[in-house]
């Protein structure tokens, strides 16, 4: 396969009329970011309250990622840092085995690695362009299961709620599929396609968790409860390779990333300085 440069993420830089981030154009961004699915802003330098106001131009509602791999942000419920660990993270859209996964995947660099951890972007339209047809052919015709019971602890925490009546609002509200509040608890039992149209493009898009959780106990199975073969996976790893960018974070960088459509992940971490915060909304 021919080497390609991948074009993401796209740079948004400060001019003299629009030096910051509060001073640009939501509809122009969106109507980048809609065209391209990433967009990297660099040299704007906001703070955290700069970054919480800007996401909010864009998204409806936010998330909090459930697990216990992420610290808070001061008192934010919905900011919170990357996965705090070091190892290399493949690629991957998050929650996207999920209904609630997000549309839009925020990073705000606060402080640069000064070695490693890198984070790396993949457009699933042009991966799934670069499918081998029989690949392609084998992952349309099946769909991923993800099934899961949801106890007040995790729940509270990812809709940013605190009775089972609000839960069941807050589902009902954002049209989550396959979601249902049991008691106290929230039980999902969601299919969905590892290959489909992102939020905004009728391509074919490959962005899902496949490759992150190949390997992986606990991972999420195909409906049929068979997990990618050996052979596959090695193939999508392959592909992905020359269609795979790095972005190398400055303090105050912000990435836009259609989680739908742009799969991300990093590089291991090399140092302790690292710290890149999160905000997932739609």
């Known amino acids: 396969m021919a080497n390609v440069t991948p074009p993401l993420p796209v740079p948004i830089e400060p001019s003299s ?11 122009d961004i969106g109507i980048r970011f809609r065209h391209h699915g990433a967009l990297l802003f660099r040299g704007f330098s906001p703070t955290i309250g700069e970054f919480k106001f800007w996401t909010a131009q864009f998204c409806k509602y936010f998330i909090a990622y459930p697990g216990n791999k992420r610290d808070r942000v001061g008192d934010e419920t919905d900011i919170q840092t990357v996965d705090v660990r070091k190892p290399g993270i493949s690629l991957h859209s998050e929650l996207s085995y999920s209904p609630v996964r997000p549309n839009i995947a925020w990073f705000f660099c606060v402080t640069p690695p000064s070695r490693g951890g890198a984070t790396i972007l993949c457009d699933g339209i042009a991966l799934a362009e670069a499918l081998p047809s029989a690949l392609k052919a084998w992952l349309e015709n099946r769909k991923l299961r993800f099934q899961a019971v949801l106890e007040p602890g995790t729940w509270r925490k990812m ?62 199975p195909f409906a049929d409860g068979s997990t990618l073969p050996e052979a596959l996976y090695a193939q999508l790893v392959e592909v992905s390779k020359p269609l795979t960018a790095e972005v190398h974070w400055e303090a105050g960088d912000i990435l836009m990333i259609d989680n739908t459509r742009v799969m991300h992940g990093r590089r291991p971490v090399l140092d302790d300085k690292r710290l890149i915060v999160t905000r997932f909304g739609s």
């Open 17 to 27: 009329s629009q030096n910051q981030l509060s001073l640009l154009s939501p509809h």
């Open 159 to 220: 809709l940013g709620c605190d009775t089972a009546g609000e839960a069941r609002d807050i589902i009902r509200q954002r049209s989550y599929a396959d979601m249902a509040v049991a008691g106290e608890s929230i039980h999902i039992d969601h299919l969905t396609a590892p290959m489909r149209p992102p939020k905004y493009d009728k391509r074919v898009a490959f962005c899902n968790n496949l490759i992150l959780h190949h390997g992986i106990a606990g991972g999420v």
